[in-house]
T-cell receptor
Framework: RKEVEQDPGPFNVPEGATVAFNCTYS??????FFWYRQDCRKEPKLLMS???SGNEDGRFTAQLNRASQYISLLIRDSKLSDSATYLC???????????FGGGTRLMVKP | EPEVTQTPSHQVTQMGQEVILRCVPI?????FYWYRQILGQKVEFLVS????????KSEIFDDQFSVERPDGSNFTLKIRSTKLEDSAMYFC????????????FGPGTRLLVL
């Protein structure tokens, strides 16, 4: 089983749509969780951290379910500029190396 | 806004040659990392570095790889004898503190081994 698993997509959605991505992780001792965004041939950039209580940043909402080892990202009112690959990232309990999922590609169309 | 910088942006080398990839982490950061991303694949951890020594490394980071902080600002990744499969984007990252602190990534060096 992959350490961090994501549906690769692509998710093709119209502007203004709401889209949700899911991610599962295998290490139950993982301590910190993040969503990063990666544009084509660019570096990963932190989108948001994910907390057990759930957290929201503008149009973006992240949820963590530790019991199911499941992380989600919801994007409301999609913009063309949201087109990117969204990376689910966890840290192992042994240290602070980041473990990346393969990413979910989002394409927002006009 | 402070950022991580990397040089060169692109490097082409012959198999068996040594390459050194350079990074300047954010100035007040204490933890430094190297990751790589083979084209079309996920980002993979290589090594973390703190207090002038390696704190963690992955299986990828074998004897052909080494890291160094030669002065107060640079952080380097050396590949002694490059292989075709070393072709990838190499990202440097830094963080202010350990565990759960945000890691900031540089723009990467695209390495092509011929």
């Amino acid at each position: 089983r992959k350490e961090v698993e994501q549906d690769p997509g692509p998710f093709n959605v119209p502007e203004g749509a709401t889209v949700a991505f899911n991610c599962t992780y295998s290490n139950s001792a993982s301590q910190s969780f993040f969503w990063y965004r990666q544009d084509c041939r660019k570096e990963p950039k932190l989108l948001m951290s994910v907390y057990s209580s759930g957290n929201e940043d503008g149009r973006f909402t992240a949820q963590l379910n530790r019991a199911s080892q499941y992380i989600s990202l919801l994007i409301r009112d999609s913009k063309l500029s949201d087109s990117a690959t969204y990376l689910c990232v966890v840290t192992k309990n042994a240290g602070n190396m980041l473990t990346f999922g393969g990413g979910t590609r989002l394409m927002v169309k006009p | 806004e402070p950022e991580v910088t990397q040089t060169p942006s692109h490097q082409v080398t012959q198999m068996g040659q040594e390459v050194i990839l350079r990074c300047v982490p954010i100035s007040n950061h204490l933890y430094f990392y190297w990751y790589r991303q083979i084209l079309g694949q996920k980002v993979e951890f290589l090594v973390s570095f703190y207090n002038n020594e390696i704190s963690e490394k992955s299986e990828i980071f074998d004897d052909q790889f080494s890291v160094e902080r030669p002065d107060g600002s640079n952080f380097t990744l050396k590949i002694r004898s490059t292989k075709l499969e070393d072709s990838a984007m190499y990202f440097c990252a830094s963080s202010e503190a350990s565990l759960s602190e945000t890691q900031y990534f540089g723009p990467g060096t695209r390495l092509l081994v011929l």
